[in-house]
């Protein structure tokens, strides 16, 4: 459960911060507008030491 102090941030948050629409669509195709919605399945990832690796040479 949240506390109402922290109902009270988190309402605030999303009436001032949140939209459901931008000025500009992500996509748009003719008329229609769409949205892109990033998914990943984490099953399916990979874990490798390249990943961690600071980038840079070698």
Do not use: C, K
């Not at 629409?21 to 992500?26: D, W």
């Amino acid at each position: 459960m949240v506390d109402p102090a922290a109902q009270d941030l988190l309402r605030e948050f999303g009436t001032e911060r949140v939209l459901a629409r931008g000025t500009l669509p992500s996509l748009r195709i003719g008329h229609q507008p769409y949205g892109v919605l990033v998914t990943s399945a984490f099953s399916r990832w990979n874990r490798t030491a390249a990943m961690f690796r600071p980038p840079g040479p070698g």
